[in-house]
């Protein structure tokens, strides 16, 4: 059994950043691949960034290619989502998944994600 949970959200003006953080609780956190995903209203839940278990693998949405970071903290059991240049198109409910699976690269699949966070809100105003 996994736990995450997300902060870190909120309101924001178009331009401006947030990061987002999501704690998970197990001893083997340094073993998972990490996702974030995205759901607006009346839209299907999104992939929005990935990373292995290294921290060395990374893939992501082209929506946010070059605007939004993930990173991790093993140390912390914590996974990090760093938005900039945000849009009003970002504005949605953010995920954080778990992926235990052997392989090694991340997937952007949310069918391959086995343990998702509660989310947490992004509202971005223009």
């Known amino acids: 059994q996994v736990q995450l949970v997300e902060s870190g959200g909120g309101l924001v003006q178009a331009g401006g950043s947030l990061r987002l953080s999501c704690a998970a609780s197990g001893r083997t956190f340094n073993s998972y691949k990490m996702g974030w995903f995205r759901q607006a209203p009346g839209k299907e839940r999104e992939f929005v960034a990935a990373?292995?278990?290294?921290?060395?693998?990374?893939i992501y949405a082209d929506s946010v290619k070059g605007r939004f970071t993930i990173s991790r903290d093993n140390a912390k059991n914590t996974v990090y989502l760093q938005m900039n240049s945000l849009k009003a198109e970002d504005t949605a409910v953010y995920y954080c998944a778990v992926d235990r699976s052997s392989g090694y690269y991340p997937p952007s699949s949310r069918d391959l994600y086995d343990y998702w966070g509660q989310g947490t809100q992004v509202t971005v105003s223009s």
């Open positions: 990373m292995s278990w290294s921290g060395i693998s990374t």
